[in-house]
C-alpha cells in the first residue's frame, strides 16, 4: 500500500524562526491534506493541496505531485504554533483509505 | 453549526467489556469516518461510511462494529474491549471524499481498557 513519511520527526524552533515540514508519498495521488493536532489534541484543516501552493497567513504549502512530496512552511513561528503537524493522503484500493503520516512534533519556545 | 461532536470524552473500560461511541455531525456531510490514534503515532482509520446505509472497513476495523441509521450519526462499537483498544478515537466528516474533500474532525474520545 502506499507509504506517506513525514520529517523530521521532531522539531525545536525559538520564537520568530521559520520551517519547513516535509512529506513523503511513495505512490501518486488525487489529494494531499495538512493538520495541526493542538496540544489539546484537537485536529485542525491547514490545507488541501493536491498540487501547487497555497497561503494561508503565516502558513504555506506546497505540493510537487510528479516528484511525490509536499512542503508545509511555517514563517515566524508562535508558541501557538506548538504541536503534531500530519500529511495525510486518501486514495482507494477496493474501498476507501485515508493513510497519515507519522507526524512531525513541533514545540515553539518563548 | 456544532461540527463534528462525540461522546464520551473519556472512557475507562474492562477487559471484555462493550461500549458504543457516539459522533454526530450536523453539516449534512455524506462521508464520516472512525479513526483511532495511539500515543505517539498517527490517525489510522478503523471505518467509513459514504451514506447512511453505507459503511466500509478501514485499515484496522477487527474489533470494532458500525452502522450508519442517519446521515447524521456514525456510532462505533465495541464489543470485547481489549487492552490493544486503549487508543485516543476520532471521528471526522466531509461534505463529499476525503478523496477529493477536506476532513473535519470531532474532538475525541480518550478510552483507556483495564
Known amino acids: 500500500g502506499i507509504q506517506v513519511e513525514q520529517s523530521p520527526p521532531d522539531l525545536i524552533l525559538q520564537e520568530g524562526a521559520n520551517s519547513t515540514l516535509r512529506c513523503n508519498f511513495s505512490?501518486?495521488?488525487?489529494?494531499l491534506q495538512w493538520f495541526h493536532q493542538n496540544p489539546w489534541g484537537q485536529l485542525i484543516n491547514l490545507f488541501y493541496i493536491p498540487s501547487g501552493t497555497k497561503q494561508n497567513g503565516r502558513l504555506s504549502a506546497t505540493t510537487v505531485a510528479t516528484e511525490r512530496y509536499s512542503l508545509l512552511y511555517i514563517s515566524s513561528s508562535q508558541t501557538t504554533d506548538s504541536g503534531v503537524y500530519f500529511c495525510?493522503?486518501?486514495?482507494?484500493?477496493?474501498?476507501?483509505?485515508?493513510?497519515f503520516g507519522a507526524g512531525t512534533r513541533l514545540f515553539v519556545k518563548a | 453549526n456544532a461540527g463534528v461532536t462525540q461522546t464520551p470524552k473519556f472512557r475507562i473500560l474492562k477487559i471484555g467489556q462493550s461500549m458504543t461511541l457516539q459522533c454526530a455531525q450536523d453539516?449534512?456531510?455524506?462521508?464520516m469516518y472512525w479513526y483511532r490514534q495511539d500515543p505517539g503515532m498517527g490517525l489510522k482509520l478503523i471505518y467509513y461510511s459514504v451514506g447512511a446505509g453505507i459503511t466500509d472497513k478501514g485499515e484496522v476495523p477487527n474489533g470494532y462494529n458500525v452502522s450508519r441509521s442517519t446521515t447524521e450519526d456514525f456510532p462505533l462499537r465495541l464489543e470485547l474491549a481489549a487492552p490493544s483498544q486503549t487508543s485516543v478515537y476520532f471521528c471526522?466528516?466531509?461534505?463529499?471524499?476525503?478523496?477529493?474533500?477536506?476532513?473535519?474532525f470531532g474532538p475525541g474520545t480518550r478510552l483507556t481498557v483495564l
Open positions: 453539516m449534512n456531510h455524506n462521508y
Open positions: 471526522a466528516s466531509s461534505p463529499r471524499g476525503g478523496y477529493t474533500d477536506t476532513q473535519y
Open positions: 495525510a493522503v486518501p486514495f482507494r484500493t477496493g474501498g476507501f483509505k485515508t493513510i
Open positions: 505512490d501518486s495521488v488525487n489529494n
